[in-house]
């Protein structure tokens, strides 16, 4: 069982935005601004796609968004296309040692 | 070009012994702390250790914490998992991931090694 709660899987039509929910507690995602989310495709290598809750690195689409209420994150696809469908995890340092934690991870389908 | 790659994966026995490496290329591999991620088939990503630049600061988590060893040559600019006293819950996809000094995401990854635990 991960740290951080995620839904399993996701889907949504190509132009909808969906949104992948990161649910952690107050030794993590809520403690601290420090949640990232990772885009990763079967054998590839996982990729930064947002970094402190709601910054892109460069050359990610800023179709990808991040937010944080409390002790949950939100990554937020927008103008979904059929390239986004891979699994995708949320990220939070914790407090509980010097660690990270992840998601168990949400596949994404573009239907 | 920043590149990690991973090696060293492969089938072993309950007990045994593997030692990964990362290579990496394409950036100054001083400059940065690493870590190591593993992923169990059908589960989450899953931090497994980290090591400072200067290899002052080693981490490790307490699934791991005196079965696994990590080091790094700041001359071959290589990164490597010592993993000994093996079991099957320690099957999964290893990857190396960069970590800039002062922040706490991971920018870059390996694709992955492969270790697999079983009689």
């Known amino acids: 069982q991960s740290a951080l709660t995620q839904p399993a899987s996701v889907s949504g039509s190509p132009g909808q935005s969906i949104t992948i929910s990161c649910t952690g507690t107050?030794?993590?995602?809520?403690?601290?601004?420090?949640v990232s989310w990772y885009q990763h495709r079967p054998g590839e290598a996982p990729t930064l796609i947002i970094y402190?809750?709601?910054h892109r690195p460069s050359g990610i689409s800023n179709r990808f968004s991040g937010s944080k209420s409390a002790s949950t994150a939100s990554l937020t696809i927008s103008g979904l296309q059929a390239d986004d469908e891979a699994d995708y995890f949320c990220s939070s340092y914790s407090s509980s040692a010097f660690h990270w934690v992840f998601g168990g991870g949400t596949k994404v389908t573009v239907l | 070009e920043v590149q990690l790659v991973e090696s060293g994966g492969g089938l072993v026995k309950p007990g045994g012994s593997l030692r990964l490496s990362c290579a990496v290329s394409?950036?100054?591999?001083?400059?940065?702390?690493f870590n190591w991620v593993r992923q169990a088939p059908g589960k989450g990503l899953e931090w497994v250790s980290s090591?400072?630049?200067?290899?002052?600061?080693?981490y490790y988590s307490d699934a791991v914490e005196g079965r696994f060893t990590i080091s790094r040559d700041n001359v071959r600019n290589s990164l490597h998992l010592q993993m000994n006293s093996l079991r099957a819950e320690d099957t999964a996809v290893y990857y190396c991931?960069?970590?800039?000094?002062?922040?706490?995401?991971?920018?870059?990854w390996g694709q992955g090694t492969l270790v697999a635990v079983s009689s």
């Open positions: 394409g950036f100054n591999f001083l400059d940065y702390s």
């Open positions: 107050t030794s993590d995602v809520g403690g601290y601004h420090y």
């Open positions: 090591i400072s630049s200067s290899s002052r600061y080693i």
């Open positions: 402190d809750v709601s």
């Open positions: 991931a960069r970590l800039p000094v002062g922040v706490y995401f991971f920018d870059y």
